[in-house]
């Protein structure tokens, strides 16, 4: 089977003496949507630069798609996307400067490339501004550039470092929606991200990198499977008079109860004890992202270790 | 055999020189764009040149190697033009790539080692001779110029575009912070430029300072690049071809191996 990325026994120990990587092993299938999660320093950029060529691995044996990185480096590139955390282009050219210059040096002839800089300009709502120079644009607008940039010679394996950071709320579900839509023609994503919730949404398998180790590598509904208890916010008509109970019912307000549902419990009950007390359930929602509590559990486990 | 390994991710010829013409449009694009920084200073600088040194102070010097004070500096100042520029050229660009990130494109790309290099050069090559043709061009107003070899001044003046502008690029992989790349032009090639034999023959110094400035490789290319204008030197213009030929290997190759190791670039 070729994997999309496959990593084996991969190390980094930066000239300080830093080692970032630990020997990680990591397999991400082709067309996946995978997320590489970690506090920050665990080591997910260094990982992604290596994949990337932009650090240079200690040891270990790193493959995409097929080509190792080692020996078939230029073949490793071309099946490759890249966009990283932090913005890299020229802040003086201009938006159809940069991907135009991207497609040349992945050797696109100007008639290939022009029609295809204008298809992902436009998916990404940059079409208006091909002629503005990088610097004018807003935030979100530089990270799409960074998107379309690394898409304009329609890679096979999509690596983004935090690709929806600093984005406001309604354009970074606009781009997980432009993501999906790209996986679902058959490119593999990896992803990481600080926002839990997006990997949650969008990922089917996610590994967790913590002091440079993998501590966690499985699919998200697995990885959810683990969590003991969830606590959960309910907002009700009238003043809570629960407490305790089977659920351990916390007053938070005026109008709101939390309780936590352990494995195995089900909401039926909960909802049942609160009918009980002629409570009518406005809204319901998980007190924190479900993935989170699994991920700070597996962190802190790890920092402990 | 994978399902990706059926297709050619190989690099083509085709492939390399379109991304080759990318960074030297990128390059000549950005000196073109900031023209006031890049184009204008030197032909400001060189009418100066012509006015005070060659006007003002060489019509009291007289003649020099047998021809008139202006004739006689035109070579080394369009020389010295080129020199600064090429250089400056590359190690800005390369720098400032390298300060906002924007290398990390030709990085993940694959792009190889030597194609970037001299996609650089090219365009540090192509600076430098664009402001020698302006100088040129303003000294026209001052003197005329002769052709004595034109194979000479055409080899002589890009070989020496080609050699600063490599010397630049390690400049900029070596650089960290923006006052390194202004240290070298002010502190050894401004110096090495003055005392090149632009301003006079070096048949002036005593013989002492004459084997000194034979220590100079700027004397050099300055000399051949006269000869074929004038078809005057001070020195033997084949050892020079021979000199910057050796200096083109030598720092292509340093060039070379900094990509390879990915000195200030990859950590």
Redesign the interface.
């Given at each position: 089977m070729?994997y999309a990325l496959e990593i084996k026994e991969l190390r980094k120990t930066?000239?300080n003496g830093f080692a970032a990587l630990k020997g990680i092993d990591l397999k991400v299938e082709q067309g996946d949507f995978f997320a590489l999660l970690g506090p920050n320093g665990a080591g997910k950029s260094t990982t992604l630069?290596i994949v990337?060529?932009?650090?240079?691995p200690s040891s270990g044996q790193v493959s995409v798609?097929?080509?190792d990185l080692n020996t078939q480096?230029?073949?490793v590139?071309?099946?490759?996307g890249?966009v990283?955390q932090?913005?890299?282009?020229?802040?003086?050219?201009k938006v159809y400067?940069i991907v135009?210059?991207?497609a040349?040096?992945?050797?696109?002839?100007v008639s290939e490339a022009e029609p295809r800089i204008e298809k992902y300009l436009k998916k990404l709502d940059l079409w208006d501004k091909r002629n503005n120079q990088a610097r004018e644009l807003s935030g979100g607008m530089k990270r799409r550039l960074m998107i379309a940039?690394a898409l304009v010679h329609e890679p096979?394996l999509l690596i983004l470092d935090e690709p929806t950071a600093g984005v406001d709320i309604e354009l970074r579900r606009t781009m997980w929606e432009f993501l999906q839509d790209i996986n679902a023609q058959g490119t593999t994503i990896i992803l990481t991200t600080h926002y839990l919730e997006e990997a949650e949404s969008l990922c089917r398998n996610i590994a967790i990198i913590s002091n440079g180790e993998i501590v966690a590598n499985t699919s998200a509904k697995d990885l959810l499977g683990q969590l003991n208890k969830t606590t959960f916010v309910v907002d009700i008509n009238g003043k809570p008079e629960l407490t305790g109970g089977n659920f351990n019912f916390r007053k938070v307000d005026e109008h709101s109860l939390e309780f936590d549902l352990e494995k195995g419990q089900v909401l039926n009950e909960a909802f049942s004890e609160l009918a009980e007390k002629n409570h009518q359930v406005i809204s319901i929602r998980p007190k924190t992202n479900r993935l989170e509590e699994v991920f700070v559990d597996l962190v802190s486990t790890s920092d402990q270790a | 055999m994978t399902e990706y390994q059926n297709k050619s991710y190989s690099n083509s010829v085709a492939t390399n020189w379109i991304a080759f013409y990318t960074i030297v449009e990128k390059e000549i694009r950005r000196f073109l764009r900031i023209w006031a920084q890049t184009l204008l200073p030197p032909a400001i600088t060189m009418v100066l040149y012509f006015i005070i040194f060659g006007n003002l102070i060489g019509s009291r010097i007289g003649e020099m190697d047998g021809y008139d004070y202006m004739a006689f500096i035109v070579p080394g100042l369009i020389m010295m033009s080129v020199i600064t520029n090429a250089y400056g050229n590359v190690s800005s660009s390369f720098y400032s790539n390298k300060f906002q990130r924007s290398v990390e494109e030709l990085m993940v790309a694959p792009v190889p080692n030597w194609v970037i290099l001299w996609g650089y050069v090219a365009g540090g090559v192509a600076r430098g001779l664009f402001v020698g043709l302006i100088v040129t061009l303003l000294s026209l107003y001052f003197t005329s110029l002769q052709v004595h070899n034109l194979f000479v001044i055409v080899t002589m003046i890009t070989f020496t575009a080609i050699v600063f502008s490599l010397g630049g690029f390690i400049n900029a992989v070596y650089a960290t912070k923006f006052d390194d790349v202004s240290i070298i032009p002010t502190f050894v090639l401004t110096p090495l430029t003055y005392l090149g034999g632009v301003f006079y023959s070096i048949s002036l110094l005593p013989d002492f300072w004459q084997h000194v400035s034979m220590a100079n490789p700027i004397l050099y290319m300055v000399n051949a690049f006269r000869y074929g204008i004038l078809g005057v030197s001070d020195i033997n213009i084949w050892f020079a071809y021979g000199m910057i030929l050796v200096f083109m290997a030598a720092l292509t190759g340093w060039c070379l191996y900094l990509l390879n190791k990915g000195v200030g670039l990859r950590s």
């Open positions: 070729t930066y000239g630069g990337s060529s932009l650090v240079n798609n097929g080509f480096r230029t073949q590139k071309r099946t490759l890249v990283p932090e913005f890299n282009f020229n802040f003086f050219e400067d135009k210059q991207q040349g040096y992945y050797g696109l002839s940039r096979k | -």
